[in-house]
């Protein structure tokens, strides 16, 4: 399934050809809404980061703001290279970070390598405190948004769920298609759709759980430790 596809069929269901114009406008609301993971399903409230959007990256800098590529949803971790090995930094909220770290920090090791991280989302930027002393390799895991689709493009979601984006798109033209009688079951169709791939992935993730030991770098570093043994599972 391409875009062009999608478009296609999405066309197909409304068999409206004023409505042409806005069907590209209402596939992208339909994957933006998925992607955000915000959803009521069965009466309930439920947030979902889909593992499709899990990304990745590694960063060198010696700045204390991290430029971060566009389309961020959702920090999953920060880790720092120290000594060939990578640890994780602690989340803190950015009044907190500057709070506990007010100032640029001296040199030496511990005091002047970064500790805590905090998410800008507004930039799209991850301020690391304290002042980096040096250049360090940052180790960025994290959801992002895909991209906007061209005609040809296919994706995840056009691969494996495409009919929530077809359902989610004819139910976006509701207002233009008043009293149509099949919007009661394009909206049960894309809730049913929502369940199954929510319920998919909470069983993924259930099955790749592990327990977890947090590695915390200060604590690490403050009792001379020059490695770690145990592996930080994410």
């Known amino acids: 399934m391409t875009y062009a ?14 409505l042409s114009d806005r069907i590209v406008h209402w596939a992208d ?14 009466g309930k409230s439920v947030s979902v980061n889909w593992s ?22 959702e920090i999953r971790w920060v880790k ?29 090791i511990p005091e002047a390598m970064p500790k805590i991280y ?5 930039q799209s930027e991850i301020l690391v405190r304290p ?8 180790d960025i895991g994290f959801y992002a948004y895909s991209a906007e689709m061209t005609v040809t493009d296919t994706n995840w979601w056009l691969t494996n769920a495409w009919e929530l ?14 009293n149509d009688p099949r919007m009661a079951t394009w ?21 790749g759980k592990s327990m977890v030991v947090q590695a915390y770098l200060p604590a690490q570093l403050r009792h001379g430790a020059r490695s770690f043994d145990i592996e930080v599972l994410e």
Not at 118 to 122: C, G, N, Q, T, V
Request: proline share 4%.
């Open 5 to 18: 596809n999608l478009l296609a069929e999405i066309a197909l269901y409304l068999n409206r050809t004023d």
């Open 29 to 42: 609301l339909a994957k933006r809404d998925v992607e955000r993971g915000q959803f009521i399903l069965d």
């Open 52 to 73: 499709c959007m899990k990304k990745r990256q590694t960063t060198s800098s010696d700045e204390a703001y991290i430029t971060m590529p566009s389309l961020i949803k």
């Open 80 to 108: 720092i290279l120290y000594e060939t090995k990578y640890y994780d930094l602690v989340q803190q909220d950015p009044q907190a970070a500057l709070t506990i770290y007010p100032h640029v920090s001296g040199t030496g």
């Open 118 to 122: 905090s998410f800008l989302d507004e």
């Open 131 to 138: 002042t980096p002393d040096q250049s360090y390799t940052y």
């Open 165 to 178: 984006l077809l359902y989610g798109a004819l139910i976006k033209a509701e207002p233009y298609i008043f």
């Open 187 to 207: 909206k049960a169709l894309y809730e049913e759709g929502l369940m199954k791939l929510a319920k998919a992935e909470k069983s993924a993730t259930d099955a």
